[in-house]
């Protein structure tokens, strides 16, 4: 049985630089002089400002490899449009993890404005001794299955669940970065590329795709993927990442294209139109989580499947 479910949702949608000169040449004499001391002003303030982004996101790299233990809150948002029609997807996951021995408590809730009432879905990931027990419920019906820790199923469930191991990577792939807000005097804004391999990666690791119906990604060539923006914010002092944001909007209309194209003119399919697939995600309780005991009924469902 697949541990990763398949929830099906409908969607939906949703500088000017002015410089003037005297004419003097005395007056122009020293304008050039005073001139070129603040060019050499301006490069030097851009430099500090280039080693002051690098210093934090090295401060964040090194952070990020030694969390023990983290919870992320993640929204997804987005709006697609289908014959002048919008509809919209929200979906709030709230995760603990630790890492050893592993623990992960995941639940998800989502909200569509198709189809009436909500989709909730939740799983623990308990590791006892070599064996890692999962236990989840879909519609109030709960599921068990264990594994060994060598399992590449362990694998696979780690790639989805651990969003900080993804953010990592993610972390470590940025181009083009720069501070666009110190919001305190700890806490900064960070804007950056990532190219269309990270993005690719990123999608298919945390199957961001699954939440609008889709159970595989195309291959990686079979889309036209660009590099895309994303948003950091940061403590400076610590390296703790604090908010990670981007919108995939771009990427899923890829995957929408490469997909409905395989399908023939004829079946009725309609164009979909990605408006907006904004990825949120808040991390917090860095080094300090705390297991919950997991319910009763979940424990129950496994030990009737053991004996």
Not at 70 to 89: A, D, F, M, R
Request: charged share 25%.
């Amino acid at each position: 049985m697949s541990l990763l479910k398949k929830i099906l949702i409908i969607f939906g949608i949703l500088v000017t630089i002015i410089f003037s000169t005297s004419c003097n040449k005395n007056k122009d004499d020293k304008n050039n002089s005073n001139s070129l001391n603040n060019e050499s002003n301006t490069e030097i303030e851009d430099d500090d400002t280039n080693e002051t982004v690098d210093k934090i996101l090295d401060k964040a790299k090194a952070n990020i490899k030694n969390v023990k233990s983290y919870t992320s809150k993640i929204n997804i948002e987005g709006v697609l449009e289908s014959e002048g029609i919008e509809s919209s997807i929200n979906i709030d996951i709230d995760k603990d993890f630790i890492y050893e021995p592993l623990y992960i408590k995941s639940q998800l809730y989502s909200n569509e404005n198709i189809q009436a009432g909500e989709h909730n879905y939740s799983v623990y990931i308990v590791q006892e001794d070599d064996i890692v027990n999962v236990y989840d419920n879909v519609a109030d019906y709960w599921q068990y299955e264990s594994y060994n820790i060598s399992d590449n199923e362990v694998n696979t469930i780690l790639n989805f669940e651990d969003v900080n191991k993804n953010i990592e990577k993610v972390l470590l792939s940025i181009e083009e970065a720069e501070i666009e807000e110190n919001i305190t005097n700890d806490i900064v804004k960070i804007k950056a590329n990532i190219p269309k391999e990270t993005v690719y990666e990123f999608l298919g690791n945390l199957r961001l795709f699954t939440y609008i119906g889709f159970s595989t990604i195309p291959t990686k060539d079979s889309l036209n993927l660009e590099p895309t923006e994303v948003i950091f914010t940061i403590n400076k002092n610590t390296g703790e990442i604090k908010e990670f944001i981007c919108d995939f909007k771009y990427a899923l209309q890829s995957i929408i294209d490469n997909i409905t194209s395989s399908i023939a003119n004829n079946s009725g399919v309609v164009k979909l139109i990605s408006k907006k697939y904004n990825l949120n995600i808040i991390m917090s309780n860095y080094n300090s989580v705390e297991k919950s005991d997991i319910p009763d009924e979940a424990k129950n469902i496994s030990k009737d499947i053991i004996n």
